[in-house]
């Protein structure tokens, strides 16, 4: 049957972990649901899976883009799907791992991906470099209450995209209609304390800088990291390109990088809370747990039923 198993929560929780353990155990291969792991290049400050992780079972769409490449989510849908049903052909389960909810519910959810004008969306992108993007986030919450409160005003980037939705739709929210599964989807989450969470943060962010991670952006720098509408917005290269243009000193980046990635996971942890279809993983095997619950879901799910849609 095609099923899909997600695995998800906020950054630092523990889902390379838990994902890679539970692929291993149930003949899974894995597929990256987070925007930032789908470019190149862009290993430490992900925190990807390392090469012997990713020996350990097939991971896809880890390294998709270059980072010059403006994602969409489309675009990771349609990969997404194609890539499920390669491996649904092999006999293979499918676990989705990732914390960025819409790339999530693009590639498990019937979801219309919201129509596009780059015309518009050049044109907003003007305003917000020459009056700033407070002033369409603003403009946002005036059109769009629900959408403008779910997205960080410093995110420029989708800032402009909703309110391109918003012009040409009339709503961005009402753009993400209730959710129905694609295929039969299990939803599994993992969170922690917040000051467990806080704290594995701050051990991340300072192993990725004593690991390399000024050096990779350097690297990737060279490759056109600054000029990538998107990737150059990754938490922890953003920092190290200020640092490495001289306008932080590394000991501000680091701490500059801990917060970006604290208030990352607050976002995160709010709208992946408020989806009621994932089933959080409390257990302190979670492993085992996650288990439990594959095989729960496998025996319920009505072996006649059709597919959704292609």
Known sequence: MEQIIVVTGPTAAGKTELSLR??????????????????????IGTAKPSSAERQVVPHHLFD????????????????GRARAKEIWSRGRRVVVVGGSPLYLRALCDVLEIPPQDLALRAELMARAESEGGGVLHRELAERDPEAAAAIDSRNVRRVVRALEVVRLTGSFTARLPTPQAWRPTLWLGIDLPRPELDDR????????WAGGLLEETETMMRQGLAEGETAR???????????????????????????????????QQRTLHRDDRICWLSAEDKLAAAISAVSEFSATVDKTQSPTAD
Do not use: F, P
């Open 64 to 79: 998709l883009w270059a980072v010059t490449q403006t994602a969409t989510v489309a675009d990771y849908q349609r990969h």
């Open 201 to 208: 943060i701050t051990l991340r962010a300072d192993s990725m």
């Open 22 to 43: 539970l692929a291993e155990s149930i003949d899974a291969e894995i597929i990256n649901g987070d925007a930032m792991q789908c470019y190149r290049g862009l290993d």
């Open 233 to 267: 917005k990754a938490v922890g290269y953003e920092q190290a390109m200020a640092v490495l243009a001289g306008d932080m000193s590394r000991d501000n980046g680091v701490a500059e990088t801990v917060t970006a990635t604290r208030r990352l996971a607050r976002r």
